[in-house]
């Protein structure tokens, strides 16, 4: 997705779930925090001018695919499409911290890091401060705020307690989350030197079809 798309495409998911209370407020709010510019992480994935919008869109869109693909007819109606939009697109509005102290900014030389700084945020765990934004806004239900609280899954320890405890919403959101964090947008997931040699060397030592030298006889050939 170039800016252009992934910029129509927010506003096509945001129009959407525009008929929920609050919904309209809490998109005007975090666009002032910078939701269109922050990055979405410091290395690791959408680390760019406008990566968090960005890594939203993605989930948001992943995650509708999986609630279509995965869920059975009778699920569909426990986990609605607004939810999906609704948590897919703020479950990390907390990375944008609060008004004045942001959670990232540009490093002296290129990309981003954690702000250290004396008008850093208030540290709370990213998710947290993600459900903290949209509650000034929005009503959740329950099983939203758990999504977006356990939307990191067991890659953090504050998540363990949840283990086998999650809702079909936080599973599909962090199933979501992961394949564009990781496959979508993650700068180290393009194939290396070292291991496109060994594809090459794999496929130069495959014999051709229909080639049948060196393979075990059939019992009575």
């Not at 968090?52 to 948001?60: A, E, I, K």
């Not at 929005?138 to 953090?156: F, S």
């Not at 949840?162 to 700068?187: I, N, R, Y």
């Not at 290396?192 to 019992?219: A, F, H, V």
């Amino acid at each position: 997705m170039n800016l252009s798309e992934v910029e129509s495409k927010y506003k096509q998911l945001k129009d959407a779930i525009s008929g929920r209370k609050g919904v309209p407020e809490l998109f005007e709010y975090v666009e002032k925090l910078g939701y269109k510019t922050a990055p979405a992480s410091r290395i690791y994935h959408g680390s760019f001018n406008g990566g968090l919008l960005y890594h939203s869109v993605s989930v948001t869109e992943t995650l509708l695919r999986l609630r279509k693909v995965l869920l059975r007819e009778e699920m569909l109606r426990h986990v609605s499409g607004e939810s999906c939009i609704l948590i897919g697109l703020t479950h990390d509005v907390g990375k944008l911290g609060t008004e004045g102290r942001p959670y990232y900014v540009p490093k002296w030389n290129s990309g981003y890091t954690t702000n250290e700084n004396n008008n850093r945020p208030v540290y709370l765990d990213h998710a947290v401060r993600s459900v903290m934004i949209v509650t000034q806004f929005v009503k959740l239900k329950t099983w939203e705020v758990q999504a977006i609280v356990g939307h990191d899954g067991q890659y953090i320890s504050a998540n363990k307690e949840m283990a086998q405890k999650e809702t079909p919403l936080t599973l599909l959101l962090h199933f979501a989350d992961c394949w564009s964090a990781f496959q979508v947008e993650a700068t180290y997931n393009i194939p290396n030197e070292e291991w496109m040699n060994e594809e090459k060397s794999d496929s130069s030592n495959r014999r051709p079809e229909g080639d049948n030298s060196g393979s075990i006889q059939s019992k009575g050939s």
